[in-house]
Nanobody, 124 residues
């Protein structure tokens, strides 16, 4: 019954914006650490952004200053505001329940609870 459902991806031109969302059910995200990951074609899945239950956020260097992760606890929904999109941002984006380890090298780890993914394509 734990479920994560992403939506809001699509085709956008370079420099454009998208705001995918992730609706959680079966648990409350308010008390959890959550993350957005992406998988670029031919590459391994990578962490894009994460937010701790207390509100602290973390971003990959490649998206820092362009993406913003947030949550709406009342709606049990996670968001990823993506601005200034680049062709290299093209990927399937996934939300996930994560675990904050506190490690300086791997502070966030996926728990195995993933959404189905939403495709983001940045192209002219």
């Amino acid at each position: 019954q734990v479920q994560l459902v992403e939506s809001g991806g699509g085709l956008v031109q370079p420099g454009g914006s998208l705001r995918p969302s992730c609706v959680a059910s079966g648990f409350s995200i308010m008390t959890k650490d959550m993350g957005w990951y992406r998988q670029i074609l031919g590459k391994e899945r990578e962490l894009v952004a994460a937010i701790r239950s207390g509100g602290e956020t973390h971003y990959a260097d490649s998206v820092k200053g362009r993406f913003i992760i947030s949550r709406d606890n009342a709606k049990n929904t996670l968001y990823l505001q993506m601005n200034g999109l680049k062709p290299e941002d093209t990927a399937v984006y996934y939300c996930a329940l994560t675990y904050y380890s506190g490690s300086p090298h791997l502070p966030y780890l996926p728990t195995g609870y993933w959404g189905q993914g939403t495709q983001v394509t940045v192209s002219s």
